[in-house]
T-cell receptor, first 118, second 114 residues
Framework: AQTVTQSQPEMSVQEAETVTLSCTYDTSENNYYLFWYKQPPSRQMILVIRQEAYKQQNATENRFSVNFQKAAKSFSLKISDSQLGDTAMYFCAFKAENSGGSNYKLTFGKGTLLTVNP | SAVISQKPSRDICQRGTSLTIQCQVDSQVTMMFWYRQQPGQSLTLIATANQGSEATYESGFVIDKFPISRPNLTFSTLTVSNMSPEDSSIYLC???????????FGSGTRLTVV
């Protein structure tokens, strides 16, 4: 079974600064996908970024980028030029690549509450 | 990506009653998922709903407590039965995009049982 660990329950950052959220995972799978989701107070789960494990290049989406270290099983999220609207709970999630059965299941970490201060 | 309409957005229910949550997707999807998010916690998968077959439940969740219907490829319901205060949570439905793609979530149902 896979596990996802987010060791930072809460973090804060000043507006316009950069912050990095940590995520580690444990799996015996070789091919898988990793995701960061954002959940603002509205409760809506919003996909921020995803990474395929077979890709060495780190994924980037505008101000959001990841540092994917497959050997270390680490998948951190960097938010640059933080904005007030980035205030939310951030969840790291894992999904095995193989189709069928429970491999479609997303396994979530416990989340990191990020507060962006003006 | 798919757009999901989830209803109701919130409800306050008496213990011992049941609530049915609906999710409507704007495109046909093979698999739909139901998650529970207890206060201040992460998301836990309740079950996977496949059209034309019984739902597959995760450990700790049973059909009698959380019956699921999946009558077609765009719609599913989750019923929370014989509710107790411990069932107070946010319930979310989700669909998977193309293989490896991100999952899309409904806006959630905030359930409070009193």
């Amino acid at each position: 079974a896979q596990t996802v660990t987010q060791s930072q329950p809460e973090m804060s950052v000043q507006e316009a600064e950069t912050v990095t959220l940590s995520c580690t995972y444990d799996t015996s799978e070789n091919n898988y996908y990793l995701f960061w989701y954002k959940q603002p107070p509205s409760r809506q789960m919003i996909l921020v970024i995803r990474q395929e494990a077979y890709k060495q290049q780190n994924a980037t989406e505008n101000r959001f980028s990841v540092n994917f270290q497959k050997a270390a099983k680490s998948f951190s999220l960097k938010i640059s030029d933080s904005q007030l609207g980035d205030t939310a709970m951030y969840f790291c999630a894992f999904k095995a690549e193989n189709s069928g059965g429970s491999n479609y299941k997303l396994t979530f970490g416990k989340g990191t509450l990020l507060t962006v201060n003006p | 990506s798919a757009v999901i309409s989830q209803k109701p957005s919130r409800d306050i229910c008496q213990r011992g009653t049941s609530l049915t949550i609906q999710c409507q997707v704007d495109s046909q999807v093979t698999m739909m998922f139901w998650y529970r998010q207890q206060p201040g916690q992460s998301l836990t998968l309740i079950a996977t709903a496949n059209q034309g077959s019984e739902a597959t439940y995760e450990s700790g969740f049973v059909i009698d407590k959380f019956p699921i219907s999946r009558p077609n490829l765009t719609f599913s319901t989750l019923t929370v039965s014989n509710m107790s205060p411990e069932d107070s949570s946010i319930y979310l439905c989700s669909v998977v995009g193309r293989l490896g793609g991100g999952y899309t979530f409904g806006s959630g149902t905030r359930l409070t049982v009193v």
